[in-house]
Structure formats: structure tokens, C-alpha cells
């Protein structure tokens, strides 16, 4: 962590600089996606293992691939009765505040007598890419895969990498298990996107592709938009929070490091307009 002065200009600039240019891809970054993304078009399954052992030093065969469904329903009974209820109550309230969001069918007639409106359908088939190297992100798993089940999408298939020993953490099958979703694989990374958009002997091919992931990833899902639909670029997280007098620092540390742990830290910045609200270390 650096503190700068304000009176330091040139040395703020400096950072200011380096936060915005995060955004910017690095070739390197954009190079080995664009080779990952070629060789899983051409060689499928093949090439998905092989990146999956690489990148996530786990070897599997394409049948090890896909989470059965009866291991995704016992995950359940691994967890704390504690555990079960807080994740059954974060998928209450995240289905309660979609259930209050959702769009509605509507019609009309117009100042000439014609029907206008819209009407709006669940896409048939999406992927739902949940990151897990460092943690398992059971979040992400609940604000992803409860709204999809609840506008009903008829085909719901969710990848999220292994560890080293070819398993998903527990916790992340469970609330999967919870929300009604069956089809899971073992596979992460830039592969992963790979195999939803251009489809696999073993993955079939989505519509489109939802969820965050590290700077591989969302250099990958932007790399296959044409090919499949995305929803944004989420992600190492970029924020910057500006804080006055009135300000609680731990409020604002709390949430400094909601973001924190998405990425690296570099993209963190703390504005202060005063030394009361700076937190000591």
C-alpha cells in the first residue's frame, strides 16, 4: 500500500494513470487466448484437458469432465447445517430482488390503431462460468444461476475450474445443487470459454456466456463475442472511492476490500480529502 499526498501531483498522477490503464489488454494477455481459444475450436475435448492440466494442474479424462448429477445433489450433505442455511437464504434474497426486476410482457395499441409491445423470452441455452482458483466463489454461483432458473432457461450449463486433485469445492455444488442446476464441468480458464462458445464433444455449444473471471477470461469471452453472446467484461475488479469527512473508514475499508480480493490490488485506490478518515495499518 502507498500513501500519496496530494501536494505530491506528479507522483499522484502517476498512480492515476497506472489505475486507468488497467482496462488495457497486454498482447501477451490477448496473444495466448487467441491461441487457447484456436486450438479448442480445432482439437475440442482434447485440447480443453490439456489446458486444464497445464493451467490448473489437474489431469482428467473427457468423462472425469462433467460433475455427475447425484455428486452435485450429495454435495449438499458435506456442508454445516450453518453453511446450508446461509446459502439457502442468499438465494432467497437474490430470487426476491430479481422476482421485483424482472421485465414484463407488454402491449399496446399506438396513435395510428397499431399493436406495439414486447415480449420477452428466456434464451435457450446459457453458460455460466464461475471462477475458483483461489476460492471458491459461492457467490458467484448464487447472483448467476438463480437468476437464470428463474426466468426458466431451458438449458443451464455452468463451468468452473478444478483443483489440483480434479474437484469442485463443495460449497459451490451444494448451492448449485440448491438452485436446480445438473449440469456442471471441471473445466476453467480461457478453455472453458472456449468449449461453451464452439462447443466440444463432451460441453455442447451455449447462446451465451455470463459470469466474471481473471483478465484471461474476459480477454477470452471478448475474443468469442460474434461467435456467442456475452453479458459484460467483470473482471479483476477497478475501484476507486472518494471519501470526505462524513466518511466511516471502515465502512470504506470493508468495501475496498470487497474488491480487493477480485484482483490483484493494483486496481485499489483510496481517496481522501481529509487525514481523519485514512485508517492506520
Not at 450429495?74 to 422476482?99: C, M
Request: proline share 5%; net charge positive.
Amino acid at each position: 500500500m502507498q500513501k500519496i499526498k496530494l501536494s505530491e501531483s506528479l507522483k499522484f498522477q502517476n498512480a492515476l494513470r497506472s489505475f486507468c490503464e488497467q482496462a488495457i489488454v497486454s498482447g501477451d494477455v490477448s496473444d495466448v487466448v487467441t491461441g487457447v481459444l484456436a486450438d479448442v475450436r480445432l482439437r475440442g475435448d482434447s485440447a480443453v484437458l490439456q489446458y486444464t492440466e497445464k493451467f490448473d494442474r489437474a489431469r482428467l479424462t473427457a468423462q472425469d469432465m462433467r460433475v455427475s448429477p447425484e455428486a452435485i445433489k450429495a454435495s449438499v450433505k458435506t456442508l454445516s447445517a450453518a453453511d446450508r442455511r446461509a446459502i439457502r437464504e442468499s438465494i432467497a434474497l437474490v430470487k426476491d430482488f430479481h422476482k421485483k426486476t424482472l421485465p414484463k410482457d407488454w402491449k399496446a395499441k399506438n396513435a395510428q390503431g397499431g399493436i406495439v409491445g414486447e415480449r420477452f423470452y428466456p434464451i435457450q441455452r446459457v453458460g455460466l462460468y464461475i471462477p475458483g482458483g483461489n476460492v471458491p466463489l459461492v457467490s458467484t454461483v448464487v447472483m448467476t444461476a438463480v437468476l437464470a432458473k428463474l426466468v426458466k432457461c431451458p438449458q443451464i450449463a455452468v463451468c468452473t475450474p478444478p483443483d489440483a486433485d480434479g474437484n469442485i469445492a463443495a460449497g459451490m455444488l451444494a448451492a448449485l445443487s440448491m438452485i436446480g442446476i445438473e449440469e456442471v464441468y471441471k473445466v476453467g480458464g480461457v478453455q472453458a470459454v472456449g468449449a461453451m462458445a464452439y462447443g466440444t464433444k463432451t460441453i455442447p455449444a451455449v447462446d451465451k456466456i455470463f459470469g466474471p473471471g481473471n483478465a484471461f477470461v474476459m480477454e477470452a469471452k471478448r475474443q468469442v463475442l460474434g461467435t456467442v453472446g456475452i453479458d459484460l467484461l467483470p473482471g479483476p475488479s477497478e475501484v476507486m472511492i472518494i471519501a470526505d469527512s462524513g466518511a466511516n473508514p471502515r465502512h470504506v475499508a470493508a468495501d475496498l476490500l470487497a474488491q480487493a480480493e477480485h484482483g490483484s490490488g493494483k486496481e485499489i485506490i483510496y481517496l481522501a480529502t481529509t487525514s481523519q478518515v485514512l485508517l492506520a495499518k
